[in-house]
Every structure is written in structure tokens, then in C-alpha cells.
């Protein structure tokens, strides 16, 4: 017999599925981020409020189905103070919206989702010189910064006077 999908893997079948018709595939996601949104402007609104129940209870809260609800609990995962069971999670598993609001803030800065790090709500929690800390923080957390290139006629990093080959250099 077969295993029954976990809601996890039926979202992402749905909303990830490759052979699906482009243009419906386009459909879901609009409505879900139109939803997504919705769903963000509450929790804002009081940030420092944990938001708890099971999946469907969530959903009914936020009036979307369990699948959207499934969806959003997945994005949100990384940015909760304690990560839910997503990976096994049912229509009644209980479940935490507890999140720390930088780590939320910089993960959608991360996802590029500017509707969402955009939100006016955002405007209660942190001031303009935070939200532009953050953003600078999460940005340059992705950057690669590569160490400059020492040739062996510089003078040796290490400021022994001598030159890179005739000291820290030497057999490498």
C-alpha cells in the first residue's frame, strides 16, 4: 500500500509541478501571494503575539484552504523562533506563527519579496534606519568577498618587512 502524502508534499506537488499548465501554475502562485500578503498584514499588526493552532484552524483563521496554509507554513518556517513539523505535518498538527521579526524581515529581503518587506506594517515594528540595516545585513551575508591576491615580490602580510616569498611564502 501505498505511503499517504504528507500536506507538505502536496503542496509542493501542486505548486511546484512541472508538468503542470503553465499559465494555471502562474494562477495558483498569484493568489497565493495575494494571500501570503493578507496573511502577513495580520500578523504585523502584532508581532509579539504567538499565533498558535492546528493547520486547519490556521487556515480557517486566515480564510484560505489547508493547501495555501501548507504553503505559507512553509515559507515562514526559517523566520519562527521554534520551526514546526512541516515535513510531517497534518490538518491537525499544532502549530506555532512565533517569529523572530529581523529574521522574518531579512528572509523576505533574501526571497526578494519586496511586497512583503514592504508592507507598511512593517513601519510599527522597525524604523526606517533598522529596515535599511537590515536589508544592508541580509544583502551583504549573501556577497562573496574574496581576500586580495598576495604575489610573491609583496611585502609579507604577516609585517615582517620581507617580501611574501622569502617569508610566509616560502614552499607553498
Partial sequence: MAKKKTLLEKWRAKAYNEQADKEKL????????????EIYQELLKNPDEEVKGTVKELADKYKVDVMTMTGFLDGINDSLKEANPIETMEEETEVSLAFDKELLYKNMVAAEAD????????DAIFDADKKKALYKEQKSSTTIVKDAKIYPNDPCPC????????CCGKNK
Avoid at 502562474?26 to 500578503?37: D, N, P, R
Wanted: charged share 35%; no cysteine; net charge positive.
Fill in 115 to 122: 511586497w512583503l518587506y514592504n508592507l507598511e506594517e512593517w
Fill in 26 to 37: 502562474q494562477k495558483l502562485w498569484v493568489a497565493y501571494f495575494q494571500k501570503e500578503k
Fill in 159 to 166: 609585517g615582517s618587512g620581507k617580501k611574501y616569498k622569502k
